[in-house]
C-alpha cells in the first residue's frame, strides 16, 4: 500500500528591514514554513530595494541558524580573552548583573558605561529602554564617533542637516562623483542606478586612494594620497572660480561668505594641491573642467574620507562645490552624504533623559575606550557592550584589549555570536536577530521609513536587547512606567510625529519627503543659521574651528619625519562580504574574503623583496599585524590597504587592522577616530 503524501507546509511572508550598518536598508521578506525561516529575499514593491539584496543579508538565515549562535546566559569560568564559559539561567544572570552594579552606582554610577554602536540600526533594539536604563542609573555617557561624526559635523556647519539626494533620482545624473565611496561594497542599490545613469551617457568618477571595485569601473579614478580630499576640493574651488565655472546668481542668493572662499581657494592652485595629493595638476584641472559644465552633477561622498585628523574639514571643503556650480538647482544634482536628515524621530520619547532627574554625568569617547579603561581619572569599573564590538573594531587595539582584560572590570555582552569581544564578558547575554523582534528603522540611504516584524520565535533563550534592559530595570528596582514600555510602545514613540506605527509595519515601510523630481535646494532653504550655503561659518568660528574651508594635512603624513621609519600610508576599507565585523564568522562569506590580505604596489613591494602570496608584517610604534600579501597596482605607491574588520580570533596571528590604528589624535571635528590617518612600513616574513 502507498501511504499517503505529507501535505506541503505552507509558506508565509512576512515583512521586515535590514538592520544593518548601510545607508540601503532594505525591505525584506522572509520566508517562513513551520515556524522556520528559509530564506530572505529583498522586496521589489520597495523601489530602493528593486528585489535585490547585498550578498552579506542574502544569506541571513545562515547567520540566525548558525551553529555557533548564542542561546543561553553564560557566565566566565576562565581567564577574561579565554572564551571559556559556562550556561547560568536567566534568573541567575540578571540578578548577578543587578548585584555587581548596585554597589558601583551606589559609589558612583558614572564608574558605569554603556558601548554600543551600530550592530543594529533599529530605534527599538538600539537605544531606547537601554538609554532609558543607563538615564535613571547615572551612567557615563558614551560619544558615538565611531563612524560618522566628524563628516556629519562638517556637513552640519556647511549645509544643516544631511538631507542628501533621493536615491532613486541618481539615474538621472549626467555626472556621478564617488568621493571616498566604495558603492559596491557600500550602497548596491545606489550602485545600480549610477549604472542605469552610465547606461544613459552619464560619466562616473572615483576619488579614493585604493582602485576599488567601484573606482575600477567608472571612467576615472583619482589616486590622491589619504587624508589630502581637502586640498583637492580647494583645489577644484579654485580652478571653478578662476575659469568662471560657477553659477554666480545661485551663489549669490543662496551662500554665505564667497568672497573670503574666493580668496581662501586662491591659495591653491593645481600645481599645490597637486603636490599635497600625490596626483597630477591635469587630474584637477580636468575634474574641474567637468564638474563645472555637466549637469545634473551628483557627488557621492562617504565616510571614508573623514577618518583623518582633518576629516570634518574635508566634508565641509566637498560641500561647498554644489553651491558653487548650482548643482543644487537639480534634483538629481548636488551632494549625498546621509538621508538621515528627513526623518522627525523622537529621541526624548525613545531615550527618556528626564530620568537623569538634573544629572549631568561624565561622557566618555568611544573611540579612546582603551584610554578610558587604562588611564581614565576616574576609573570605569562596570561595562556593557550591545550592539557593538570593540576589541575588534575600536582604534589603537592592543590598548583595547589591555582594557578589557582588567580584572576588576565587571564586563556584560549582549550578542548573538562569541566575539572577539564576548572573550572578555563575565556575563555573557544572548540577543535576537532581526528575524526574531520587531523595530522601526530610520535609515540614511534614502526616504523611506522602515518597519521590522518578526518572522520566528527568537531561538534558545534569547530575548531582544529591549527585554533584557526591562529585565534590569526591574532587577535594580526601577519603577518608573517607562520600563514597563512594549516595544510596540517604544516604536510608535519613536514615530509619533509623522505616523501610526501600525500602519507603516503592515505596509512595511513609509516614504518622507516631498514627491519624487523636485529639487530640495533649488532655491536655497538650507537648515543653516542663515538658511543659506555658508562658505563662512560663524558656528564654526565660534567653535574655535576656521570659519572657512581649509586644508589639514594628515596627523600621519607621508611628508612627516614619522615617515622616515614608517613610509606607508595605511588604509583598511570594509571588505565586500562583511560588514564592520558582522558576518565574518558566517562561514561562506569569510570563504569569499579567504584571508586577512594586504594589497601593495609593486615598486613598494620590490622594495622590500615581498613577494606574491607571501606573508608580511606591518607595523608601526603601536603594534603589529600579519597578513598575506597581494601585489597590485590597485593600492597606489606609497600606500598599503588592509580590507577589514576581521574578527581577531579568526586571523592567523590573533590581531587585525586595528592594531596599528590610532586613539591618540581625534578628528578635527566631531571627535572622532582617524582609522586612515595611519604610517607604517612592511617587512617579509
Partial sequence: MIGKSKTPSRVTTVKGACPHDCPDTCALEVHVSDGIAIKVSGSAAHAP?????????????????????????????????????????????????????????????????????????????????????????????????????????????????????????????????????????????????????????????????????????????????????????????????????????????????????????????????AAICGITPQEIESLAQLYGTTRPALIRANYGMQRVRGGGMATRNIACLPALVGAFRDAAGGMFLSTSGNFAVDNRALERPDLLAGRTPRTINMSTIGHALLDGIAPVKALIVYNSNPVAVAPDSSRVVRGFAREDLFTVVLEHFQTDTADYADILLPATTQLEHLDVIKPYGHYYMMANNPAIAPLGECKPNSEIFRLLAKAMGFEEPCFSDSDETIAQAAVAKDWDFNAVRAAGWQRVGPAKDVARFADGGFDTPSGKVEFFSARAQRLGLDPLPDYIAPQEDTRSAAASRYPLAMISPPARHFLNSSFVNVQSLRASEGEPWLDIHPDDASKRQVVAGGYVRVFNDRGSVELRARITDRARRGVVVGLSVWWKKLARDGKNANELTSSDTLTDMGRAATFYDCLVQVEAL
Fill in 49 to 273: 530595494t528593486a528585489g535585490v539584496l547585498c550578498t552579506k543579508v542574502a544569506r541571513y538565515t545562515e547567520r540566525t541558524y548558525h551553529p555557533d549562535r548564542l542561546l543561553h546566559p553564560m557566565r566566565r569560568i576562565g581567564k577574561k580573552g579565554e572564551g571559556r564559559f559556562e550556561r547560568i539561567s536567566w534568573e541567575e544572570a540578571i540578578a548577578t548583573v543587578a548585584n555587581r552594579l548596585a554597589p558601583i552606582a551606589a559609589e558612583g554610577a558614572e564608574q558605569i558605561l554603556p558601548y554600543s554602536y551600530a550592530g543594529t540600526m533599529g530605534l527599538v533594539q538600539g537605544e531606547s529602554m537601554s538609554m532609558r536604563f543607563f538615564h535613571r542609573l547615572g551612567a557615563s555617557f558614551l560619544d558615538r564617533t565611531i563612524c560618522a561624526s566628524a563628516g556629519t559635523a562638517g556637513h552640519e556647519i556647511t549645509l544643516g542637516s544631511r538631507i542628501g539626494v533621493d536615491v532613486e533620482l541618481a539615474d538621472q545624473a549626467k555626472l556621478i562623483i564617488f568621493w571616498g565611496s566604495n558603492a559596491i561594497t557600500s550602497s548596491v542599490h545606489f550602485w545600480a542606478r549610477a549604472q542605469e545613469a552610465k547606461r544613459r551617457g552619464a560619466t562616473l568618477v572615483a576619488i579614493d586612494p585604493y582602485r576599488s571595485l567601484t573606482a575600477e569601473k567608472c571612467h576615472r579614478h583619482i589616486a590622491l594620497l589619504p587624508g589630502t580630499d581637502s586640498a583637492l576640493a580647494l583645489g577644484l574651488m579654485h580652478v571653478l572660480i578662476r575659469d568662471g565655472l560657477i553659477d554666480d546668481d545661485y551663489v549669490q542668493r543662496h551662500t554665505l561668505g564667497f568672497e573670503g572662499l574666493s580668496e581662501r581657494a586662491s591659495l591653491y592652485p593645481p600645481a599645490k594641491v
